[in-house]
Antibody, heavy 124, light 113 residues
């Protein structure tokens, strides 16, 4: 059974940093691209970042580019999101999601499994 | 940064058929990228409902169906049931000059009357 468990969320002041983690199990982690998707309170889904199976390809939404860094450790079956210079508009539930393929680019890429999310609140 | 447009809400009585549209552009759906659909029940994480425009993952009832044409896609729910009351999102890929970019629809709340 595929399991994705996020951690690291919490209350943080604007301008500070936070690091999210996602522990994966139930599938061959280094065969798949992984992603972070967020959902602000009462709002829709927004793709934040994705990383290919070997970290060779990485992408970011324009809203986080230059502030967030995605990484993975295939030996530990773990995905990370380093979030710097946090803003109030980064407040959201952050989901870890498994890609259906090993790469980021593709005609038909989607997210076939999701974690339960970790809440990040940016406020003074 | 939703670039896929969905109606905010649709409703129907039990047993009826409802459809949700997802309108994109020439850089995403119109460029030939597939459309996928997710169901988000209240207080839960999104769940994959339709992939590759019209394919259902194992366990998804055949009441749910998807289609794509041009720069748009649709999700249909036939024989609407109370448990279908949820938010639904479409998703595709956008060929942005700044790199790989995944885009979601604005979301549609389905209400069972």
């Amino acid at each position: 059974e595929v399991q994705l468990v996020e951690s690291g969320g919490g209350l943080v002041q604007p301008g500070r940093s936070l690091r999210l983690s996602c522990a994966a199990s139930g599938f061959t982690f280094d065969d798949y691209a992984m992603h972070w998707v967020r959902q602000a309170p009462g709002k829709g889904l927004e793709w934040v970042s994705g990383i290919s199976w070997n970290s060779g390809s990485i992408g970011y939404a324009d809203s986080v580019k230059g502030r967030f860094t995605i990484s993975r450790d295939n030996a530990k079956n773990s995905l990370y999101l380093q979030m710097n210079s946090l803003r109030a508009e980064d407040t959201a539930l952050y989901y870890c999601a498994k890609g259906d393929s090993s790469v980021l680019e593709g005609v038909g890429n989607y997210f076939d499994y999701w974690g339960q999310g970790t809440l990040v609140t940016v406020s003074s | 940064q939703s670039v896929l447009t969905q109606p905010p809400s649709v409703s129907g009585a039990p047993g009826q058929r409802v459809t949700i549209s997802c309108t994109g552009s020439s850089s995403n759906i119109g460029a030939g990228y597939d459309v996928h659909w997710y169901q988000q029940l209240p207080g839960t994480a999104p769940k994959l409902l339709i992939y590759g425009n019209s394919n259902r993952p194992s366990g998804v009832p055949d009441r749910f169906s998807g289609s794509k044409s041009g720069t748009s896609a649709s999700l249909a729910i036939t024989g609407l049931q109370a448990e279908d009351e949820a938010d639904y999102y479409c998703q595709s890929y956008d060929s942005s000059l700044s790199g790989p970019l995944y885009v979601f629809g604005t979301g549609t709340k389905v209400t069972v009357l």
